[in-house]
């Protein structure tokens, strides 16, 4: 029986992970769960599976749980010391870190400090702080199994390989819900056009990531660190079926890929059941139907959000965490019609350019550059929603 704690168990990844919990009751057993705001959705969670402790934001939230719960409640957490509680208590084997953005660092960082392994969906842990964290696996021994469904395909076409044979990763791209729109079409699609992702269905805020494709850029980022390889060595393709989840090249010439319908129960599943694999209720792959799986390179001139996720990687130290921060506050800003899709990539660009490059040896400098990067993106924003540029 593998004990989770399921870190941002309201959200996509989360609902998901919690369904393999219920399809496989003697498998996996469920100690901790942490939410948002999301408080129905959690009660409805504690309720069904029984944590031994939750955690949400407000400490308003966590008092309204524990009146809808009566002497139903488990132990109710709030604010990030909450998170952290319900990341390390030591009854857990296995954290499944799923809550989205910068704000899954710090109890993703306290889960492997106190030696969980971690099956690993919030990309932006390794995006903002990749150096730290690899090298705190590697003193620990605890394991990093990717959610993430390009890094579980390149996980799993490596096993058995070894890494100084690879001579690239090929991460496979949708190209997104524009992938084909002409850029002075792209000025003024709405949240809800960029929203409709056409092969998965996600949380808002990687959806909105697809749709500029920094998702993308970010998965390179996450790729550097979580395979330690140069991004040199790390190609982007677009594959608009999402069918082939990505691949791997072998210095003979080799090409093994991971295939599979767009579920995210598959990647997730295999993080949490390795070297073994789950039953899982899905689809089969209908091999025979397929008439085309087609790859293309990506257009970094109508998706610059690509190139700058590049650009922040070869810049180092605190610019990677200054990037994913200062596309969240862009992405927020754009779901909230203050400004055009297209001005994304200008907020995280102005940012990134004023950022004076720290080195990173402790959290606190991540966090510090998060915060700068949060207040100048921002700033940007705002200056770009009142030059009426609007749509
Ligand atoms: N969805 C997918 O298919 C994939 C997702 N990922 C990655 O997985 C992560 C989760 O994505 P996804 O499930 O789509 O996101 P969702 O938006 O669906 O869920 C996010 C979760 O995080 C919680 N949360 C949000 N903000 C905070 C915060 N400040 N403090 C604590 N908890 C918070 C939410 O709580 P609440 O809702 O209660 O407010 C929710 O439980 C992301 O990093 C994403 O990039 C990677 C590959 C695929
Ligand atoms: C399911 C998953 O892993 C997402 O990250 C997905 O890959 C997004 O699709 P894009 O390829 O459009 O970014
Ligand atoms: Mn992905």
């Not at 620990?140 to 959610?147: A, E, T, Y």
């Not at 056009?193 to 990531?209: F, T, V």
């Not at 991004?231 to 079926?241: D, S």
Request: hydrophobic share 45%; aromatic share 4%; proline share 6%.
């Amino acid at each position: 029986m593998k004990k989770l704690g399921i870190l941002g168990s309201t959200g996509s990844i989360g609902v998901s992970t919690l369904e393999i919990v219920a399809d496989f009751p003697d498998q996996f057993e469920v100690v901790t769960l942490t939410a948002g705001n999301n408080l129905t959705r959690l009660e409805e969670q504690i309720r069904r599976f029984r944590p031994k402790m939750v955690a949400v934001i407000s400490p308003e939230g966590a008092e309204t749980l524990r009146r809808r719960l009566g002497a139903d409640a488990p132990e109710i957490l709030s604010g990030v010391e909450g998170l952290v509680a319900c990341a390390c208590d030591p009854d857990i084997d296995m954290i499944v870190s799923a809550i989205v953005g910068a704000a899954g660092l710090v109890p993703t960082m306290a889960a492997i400090e106190s030696g969980k392994d971690v099956a690993l969906a919030n990309k932006e842990t390794l995006v903002t702080a990749g150096p730290l964290v690899t090298a705190a696996v590697k003193r620990l021994g605890v394991r990093l199994f990717p959610v993430d469904s390009e890094h579980s395909a390149i996980f799993q076409s490596m096993e058995g390989h070894r890494m100084d044979n690879v001579r690239r990763l090929i991460l496979t791209a949708s190209g997104g819900p524009f992938r084909n729109r002409p850029l002075a079409e792209m000025r003024c699609v709405t949240p809800a056009d960029a929203l409709a992702h056409p092969n998965w269905s996600m949380g808002r805020k990687i959806s909105i990531d697809s749709a500029t494709m920094m998702n993308k850029g970010l998965e390179v980022i996450e790729a550097r660190w979580l395979f330690d390889v140069l991004p040199e060595r790390i190609a982007v393709h677009i594959h608009p079926q999402s069918i082939v989840h990505s691949l791997v090249e072998y210095i003979d010439g080799a090409v093994i890929a991971q295939l599979g319908i767009p579920d995210m129960k598959t990647p997730i599943a295999y993080a949490l059941s390795h070297p073994h694999r789950l039953p899982l209720n899905l689809p089969p792959l209908d091999l025979c139907g397929l008439r085309n799986l087609t790859f293309d390179e990506p257009d970094l001139e109508r998706f610059p959000c690509l190139g700058l996720a590049y650009e922040a990687l070869a810049m180092g130290g605190t610019a990677p965490a200054v990037l994913n921060a200062a596309n969240e506050v862009a992405v927020e800003a754009f779901l909230n019609g203050e400004i055009p899709f297209l001005e994304i990539a200008s907020v995280i660009r102005a940012t990134l350019a004023g950022h004076e490059v720290k080195n990173l040896e402790h959290i606190d400098e991540v966090l510090r550059a998060d915060l700068w990067a949060r207040k100048q993106a921002r700033q940007v924003a705002v200056k770009i929603a009142g030059g009426g540029q609007a749509c």
